[in-house]
Every structure is written in C-alpha cells, then in structure tokens.
C-alpha cells in the first residue's frame, strides 16, 4: 500500500470518521483507493473538486479527494 503522510507524496485525500488527511500515489481508480484504505466501496462516497466520481474515475496525484461515510435516514 502507498499511503503516506508526507504532503506532496500523491493524491491529498481527506477522511471522516475520524477526520484526518493521507496522501497516496496515483494514478488509481476510485475502486483501488477505496480497496486500499480499506472502505467497502458501497460504504463511502468519493468526492473530487465538490463533484461525485464513480467506481470506474482514474484519481490522479494531483487530485484532492474526500472519502465520506454514506449516511441513510428519513421520516419515521
């Protein structure tokens, strides 16, 4: 696996739950950041410039990626 904490290593990637900042090296579809992070896929939402990307978008290191856990609710 190629996390790093180094900045300028790779693509910055932002996480919740808890709230920290990896970078790790591209270029890597979503699929494969998510597989090595360790998030099932359908868990997260992966957002890159404010823009949902699928499963199948190629991140690069010059990206800037948030990683979201997805919440499910409604009306009683």
Request: contains cysteine.
């Amino acid at each position: 696996m190629s996390v790093t904490s180094q900045e300028g290593a790779g693509m910055n990637v932002r996480l919740y739950n808890p709230k920290r900042e990896v970078q790790v090296r591209g270029p890597l579809r979503v699929e494969e950041l998510c597989e090595q992070l360790g998030f099932p896929r359908q868990s997260v939402l992966v957002i890159r410039e404010d823009e949902l990307v699928t499963r199948e978008a190629t991140l690069e290191d010059t990206d800037t990626v948030e990683i979201r856990p997805v919440m499910s609710g409604g009306a009683r």
